[in-house]
């Protein structure tokens, strides 16, 4: 399976958005970035994690590093965009705004057809001047948020909290932990343990852990990686702690759960 890469895909740092013609299927995938997809116009199916989805006007899809997805069957119009967390700038906010909530919108008319304008003027002008077009994804993201109830759980927690988040999502696979969270976010390591326990109900060691056994499970099933270039992926250092700890939280081996998720 392949991962798209930031430096590869966003040349900016920031943003990269465009107006395409899929014509193809594109095989099982991740990134690095988050994404959006509006359907401009056109037909197919697209898949994200498991769970099979329209392709139609009026649809916008939302992936997160976090996510696997593919899509086929497809010959559509959309405008993309791609976009990576800016500790300094709005894009800990949108994040946040969208990783509680399914991955896919049905907009209404009015809906979208503020998107297209916002979302072509950033294609138009994200080249030489990112801010601005990060500036106006915002903007179509607090109208989601407005349409739609899009804030979720995340309306409650602080702006570090938020920016934490996005910070895991992004970097989950690498040898991120408390400490390294902390500093990115700018506080100590025990203030920011026991706020991030306080917002959101749960440790940040669970919630990392939740995350990157979620994403091994899902190259488990829809890859042919080995499972210890799975374990590498999904942010684990060491091999048998990570079978070890496979087993208790899921009652099977990781090649096991292969197995049996490619029985059906």
Do not use: W
Not at 18 to 23: A, F, N, P, V
Not at 26 to 54: L, N, T
Not at 141 to 166: K, P
């Amino acid at each position: 399976m392949r991962i798209l890469k930031n430096n590869d895909h966003i040349k900016n740092d920031i943003l990269k958005a465009s107006q395409k013609e899929i014509l193809n299927d594109y095989a099982h995938h991740g990134h690095e970035f988050f994404e959006m997809e509006f359907i401009i116009e056109g037909e197919g199916v697209y898949e994200i994690d498991g769970r099979e989805y329209r392709i139609a006007p009026n649809t916008l899809f939302f992936m997160n590093p976090t996510n696997v997805h593919a899509i086929r069957a497809a010959r559509a119009s959309i405008i993309n965009i791609m976009f990576t967390h800016d500790p300094k700038g709005d894009a800990a906010d949108i994040g946040t705004l969208l990783l509680s909530q399914p991955p896919c919108f049905i907009l209404d008319d009015q809906t979208n057809d503020f998107l297209r304008v916002v979302f072509s003027e950033i294609v138009r002008v994200y080249k030489r001047n990112a801010k601005y077009a990060m500036t106006l994804l915002r903007c179509a993201v607090y109208r989601l948020a407005g349409e739609y109830g899009v804030q979720g759980g995340m309306s409650h927690t602080s702006s570090y909290v938020r920016r934490a988040i996005m910070f895991v999502h992004e970097n989950f696979a690498l040898d991120i932990g408390l400490s390294v969270t902390a500093s990115h976010v700018g506080l100590t390591d025990s203030y920011f343990s026991e706020l991030f326990h306080r917002e959101l109900g749960v440790t940040f060691k669970s919630y990392l852990d939740d995350i990157r056994f979620s994403y091994a499970k899902k190259l488990l099933k829809y890859t042919a990686l080995s499972v210890k270039e799975i374990y590498f992926r999904s942010g684990f250092c060491d091999y048998a702690n990570f079978a070890r700890r496979f087993k208790e939280r899921y009652g099977m081996t990781p090649t096991a759960y292969r197995a049996a998720e490619n029985e059906f």
